[in-house]
C-alpha cells in the first residue's frame, strides 16, 4: 500500500483508533490532518509523531457536529494542501444506559457524534472529491450496531445508522470514483477496556471467537487497505475487524 501524495482527513484522532489510524496512513504516505474536539495538546502531540516520520501534518481541534466547524476543517485542509483524498469518519462516544433510563441528552449526544458528524464531514468533503472524481470515504461503524447490545440502544442505532449511510453514498458517487466502505471494530484494546477488571477481561475475551481483544492497529491496517488503490473496486461493503463476534 502507498498513500504517498494522498491528503486524508481523520476525525476523532487524538488517541484511541482514531490516532492509530492517523499514525498507519502516514507511515504509508499520507499527507494527515489530525482532529479532534478539546484540548489541542493531545492533538499536536499527534501531529507531531507524523511528522517525525517526515510525513506533512496539520491538527485542527473542531467539532464534528457543527456544520460551521466541519466547513472550517475542510476549507483549511484544501487551502493548505489543495485537495482531500481521504475522509475517515472516525469520530464517536458513548453513553450507556438502560433504554428506560436513556435521557434525550443521551440519546441526541451520541446520535449527534457518532452519525450526524459522519454526514456533515462526507457532505463537506463530497465538492471537492466530485471535483476531482476520486477519494475513499471510510466510516469507522461497529459490530454493535450489526449485533446489538443491551444498554447501548443509542450507540447500535448511531452505528447501524452508519452502515445504511455508508450504503447509501456509495451507490451515489461510485460512477465519479469515489468509494465509500464501513468498518465494524469488534472489543478493541482502548481505553474504555483498559478499564475493565482482568477478571472482566478475560470474560470479555471467551466472547471473542479469535480469543483475543483486539488492537487500534488492526483496525488501522484496514482503513489503510481501504484507503489504498488496492481496495478501488470495493464500495458500499462492511468490513468486520471482530475476530469473528458478528459471524459467531
Do not use: H
Not at 454493535?144 to 440502544?153: H, L, Y
Not at 470514483?177 to 472489543?187: M, V, Y
Not at 471467551?206 to 492497529?217: E, H, L, Q, T, V
Amino acid at each position: 500500500m502507498n498513500l504517498s501524495n494522498k491528503v486524508a482527513i481523520v476525525t476523532g484522532s487524538a488517541r484511541g483508533i482514531g490516532q492509530a489510524i492517523a499514525l498507519k496512513l502516514a507511515e504509508v504516505g499520507a499527507t494527515v490532518v489530525v482532529n479532534d474536539i478539546g484540548e489541542s495538546e493531545p492533538l499536536e502531540k499527534v501531529a507531531a509523531e507524523i511528522r517525525a516520520m517526515q510525513r506533512q501534518s496539520l491538527a485542527i481541534t473542531a467539532d464534528v457536529t457543527s456544520s460551521a466547524d466541519v466547513a472550517r476543517l475542510v476549507e483549511t485542509t484544501i487551502n493548505t494542501y489543495g485537495k482531500i483524498d481521504i475522509l475517515v469518519n472516525n469520530a464517536g462516544i458513548t453513553r450507556d444506559q438502560l433504554l428506560i433510563r436513556m435521557s434525550d441528552e443521551d440519546w441526541d449526544s451520541v446520535i449527534n457524534v457518532d452519525l450526524k458528524s459522519a454526514f456533515l464531514c462526507t457532505r463537506a468533503v463530497l465538492r471537492q472529491m466530485l471535483k476531482q472524481r476520486s477519494g475513499r470515504i471510510i466510516n469507522i461503524a461497529s459490530i454493535i450496531g450489526i449485533i446489538g447490545n443491551p444498554g447501548q440502544a443509542n450507540y447500535a442505532s448511531a452505528k447501524a445508522g452508519v452502515i445504511g449511510f455508508t450504503r447509501s453514498i456509495a451507490k451515489e458517487v461510485a460512477s465519479r470514483g469515489i468509494t465509500a466502505n464501513a468498518i465494524a471494530p469488534g472489543f478493541i484494546d482502548t481505553k474504555m477496556t483498559q478499564k475493565l477488571e482482568p477478571k472482566q477481561r478475560e470474560e470479555l475475551a471467551k466472547r471473542i471467537p479469535a480469543g483475543f481483544i483486539g488492537s487500534p492497529r488492526d483496525i488501522a491496517e484496514a482503513v489503510a487497505f481501504l484507503a489504498s488503490e488496492e481496495a478501488r473496486y470495493i464500495t458500499g461493503q462492511v468490513l468486520n475487524v471482530d475476530g469473528g463476534m458478528a459471524g459467531a
